[in-house]
C-alpha cells in the first residue's frame, strides 16, 4: 500500500511500543517517517529498522519548546513539511492522591499536554500553508478514570478537549484533529506496571484479556492501524474524535 507517497509524517515518543509501531505502519504505507523521542539513540536506531526509502531519528523532550522547535526544523530541512502527526510521547507516575508528589503530577502533565501543544503549535503552521494536514493526540481509556492514575486520567481527558478545540480551529485549513484512546495495549510501559503491582507481564495481560469484552489485549500495530485511517484521505470527513480501540472494555 501507498496512502501516504509523498508525505511527511512525524511520531513522537516513538523509539518503541504504540509510537515505534505508527512509525512502522506509516513508513510501510509510503510515508517519509521522522521518529522523535528523547533517547537520541533509540530513535536513531528505530528509523535505521524502519522499511522506508526517507526515516529520520531525532533528539526532542516534547516539554521543552526551544526542543521542540529544533527537532521540527531538522525535519523540515531534511524530509519536508510535515502532512502528519502524532502525539504520542508520554510518561507514568502513578500514585494514589495523598501520595503523589507535584513532580508526579507535573512531569505528566508536561509530556502528554504541554507536549502536544507544542508539537502542534510548531508543526500547523506548515499544515496551514500547505492547507492540509493530520494530527492525532494518544489519549487513554484512563482518562475514564482510573485508581492511582489522577494526573495519567487527567492529562488524557485534556487532550480530548484540545483534540476537539483544535479541530474547530484548524479545520477551515484543511487540518483534520483527532485523538486515540487505546485500552490494554502490550508495551514496556503496561510491562513495567505490572512489575510494579507485582504480577508477570505475561498473567497481567491475562487478566486484562479476561477483563475484555474483545478476550484479547491489543498490541501497537493496532493502535497504529486506527492512527493510519484517522490519516487516510478516506478519513477526510472525520475531525474532533476520539476513538477508543480497547476491544470493548472500560476502565
Not at 496512502?3 to 509510503?30: L, N, P
Amino acid at each position: 500500500m501507498s496512502r501516504f507517497a509523498g508525505r511527511v509524517a512525524v511520531v513522537t515518543g516513538a523509539a518503541r511500543g504504540i509510537g515505534a509501531g505508527t512509525a512502522r505502519r506509516f513508513a510501510a504505507e509510503g510515508a517519509a517517517v521522522a521518529v522523535l523521542d528523547v533517547d537520541r539513540d533509540a530513535a536513531a536506531a528505530t528509523a535505521k529498522a524502519l522499511d522506508a526509502e526517507q526515516a529520520l531519528g531525532v533528539a526532542c523532550d516534547v516539554s521543552d519548546a526551544a526542543s521542540v522547535d529544533a527537532a521540527v526544523d531538522q525535519v523540515v530541512d531534511q524530509l519536508g513539511a510535515p502532512h502528519i502527526l502524532v502525539n504520542n510521547a508520554g510518561v507514568t507516575r502513578d500514585n494514589l492522591l495523598f501520595k503523589m508528589s507535584i513532580e508526579d503530577w507535573d512531569s505528566v502533565m508536561n509530556v502528554h499536554l504541554r507536549g502536544s501543544f507544542l508539537m502542534s503549535r510548531a508543526v500547523q503552521k506548515h499544515m496551514v500553508a500547505q492547507k492540509a494536514g493530520k494530527i492525532i493526540n494518544l489519549s487513554s481509556v484512563s482518562a475514564l478514570g482510573n485508581r492511582g492514575q489522577a494526573n495519567y486520567s487527567a492529562a488524557k481527558m485534556g487532550l480530548q478537549g484540545f483534540t476537539r478545540t483544535l479541530a474547530l480551529e484548524l479545520g477551515p485549513f484543511g487540518i483534520n484533529v483527532n485523538a486515540i484512546a487505546p485500552g490494554f495495549i502490550v508495551t514496556d510501559m503496561t510491562d513495567a506496571t505490572a512489575r510494579r503491582v507485582g504480577m508477570e507481564p505475561e498473567e497481567y495481560r491475562k487478566v486484562a484479556a479476561e477483563r475484555t469484552p474483545g478476550r484479547r489485549v491489543g498490541y501497537p500495530e493496532d493502535i497504529a492501524a486506527a492512527a493510519a485511517f484517522l490519516c487516510s484521505d478516506e478519513a477526510s470527513f472525520i475531525t474532533g474524535q476520539t476513538l477508543y480501540v480497547d476491544g470493548g472494555a472500560r476502565i
